[in-house]
């Protein structure tokens, strides 16, 4: 008796089950594309929320510290627009003293925290930001931050390091020098740990602590005001430049974080 087997070797599929495999492995692959669209748009979205608030942080930590340099910088101006009256007033003597207590060669510079908006350009993880509106915004946050640290840091710097400097050191008193010296002595002598030998050498220096005036007059203050007027002027040009830099950062920042606040929280 013979026994017919339907899975032998010769035996023909029919059309049927051929579509039945085909739609079956079609189904199989179809799935694992979309699991694995599914998979990378999910890793997109936690990446994207990930990187978003660490900018945020940035944004906040750059905007209060520009608001601590608005204000610092407002002080420095309205002390050296004081000196100046003082400076250009029909007067026949001028104290050094007053002009070096109220005038600073030193200034803060912005140093913007853009680190996360770097690491996200250069990996080009930009495009997990979907929000077109959102990323012009911080694209234009910063544009803006980076030439505010550039103005601060670099063509400010240039001037107030360079030309600016020199005519401060050029006009100051010895006294006013030494003083100055003590001061640094002081803020620094317990976080440096300065031995006691060196405490009791300076310590007769003490009478230059005291603020004397440094009277000049005649040819030499007509000299003084000759250089250190347009000196000053252009001091201040510069400082208001980059006040209205950092201004405008901090209002691009702002819009940010109110965006961020109205639209992704």
Known sequence: MEVHHSNHPTHKKKAKEYL???????TAVTLGFFAENVRE??????????????LEEDIKSNVYFIDSLLAFNYGIEYQMDSVLVELT????????????????????????????YEQMKSAGFLRYIKDPAL?????????????????????????LLGEYASLLIKWQPPSVSIKKYLQNFESSRSRLGIPDSLVKQNEKLSLFKEDKPVLI?????????????????????????????LQRTKSKGTQVLNYLENHHN
């Open 135 to 159: 990323l012009a915004l911080i694209i234009d946050y910063s544009n803006e931050a980076e030439a505010a640290e550039y103005r601060s840091r670099e063509q400010e710097a240039s001037y």
């Open 89 to 116: 007033s029909n007067k026949s003597s001028f104290d050094l003293a007053f002009f070096y207590n109220h005038v600073y060669g030193s200034f803060p510079r912005f140093l913007s925290k853009n680190d996360t």
């Open 217 to 245: 007059s005649g040819a030499a203050l007509e000299a003084f005001k000759k250089e250190m007027i347009p000196a000053m002027g252009r001091r201040l040009g510069l400082m208001k430049t980059t006040l209205s830099f």
């Open 20 to 26: 039945v495999e085909f739609f079956m492995l079609f």
């Open 41 to 54: 748009v999910y890793v997109e979205k936690e990446r994207a929320h990930e990187y978003v608030t660490r």
